[in-house]
């Protein structure tokens, strides 16, 4: 084997091993990325639920004294029924906005596939 065709096969060896570490420190640092959006959308959605679970509470306590005791039971159906329906309108909104959000690691599926058209042609 000749010395230069050693030295363009290690070469190529050196370019692929560093595009590979270049890859995969993007999914490193799309993977911290994701890991802190979770982080902060799981600890502020606790937050608005317990907030918002207690408000709701409160308000249809409110209610249901408020109202004479004939209609009591009425309002509690009303009210059961409103909360209901809001959980529903919740869910559906709530599965709506997960089909829409990007795919994970996007970024670098996109660039990997690059790579690999660019080394096929």
Do not use: C, Y
Not at 66 to 90: K, M, T
């Amino acid at each position: 084997m000749s010395a230069g065709l050693l030295e363009s096969a290690r070469n190529l060896l050196a370019g692929i091993l560093d595009l590979g570490r270049t890859r995969f420190e993007l999914f490193g640092t799309e993977l911290r990325e994701e890991l802190a959006r979770l982080a902060a959308a799981i600890v502020g959605g606790l937050a608005v639920l317990v907030l918002a679970a207690l408000g709701l509470a409160f308000g249809a306590l409110a209610l249901l004294l408020h109202v004479s005791e004939a209609n009591r039971p009425l309002a509690a159906v009303g009210i059961a029924l409103f909360f209901a329906l809001a959980a529903g309108l919740v869910a559906w909104r709530l599965q709506r906005m997960v089909k829409a959000k990007p795919h994970v690691f996007d970024a670098t599926l996109t660039e990997l596939r690059r790579d690999l058209d660019t080394i096929r042609s």
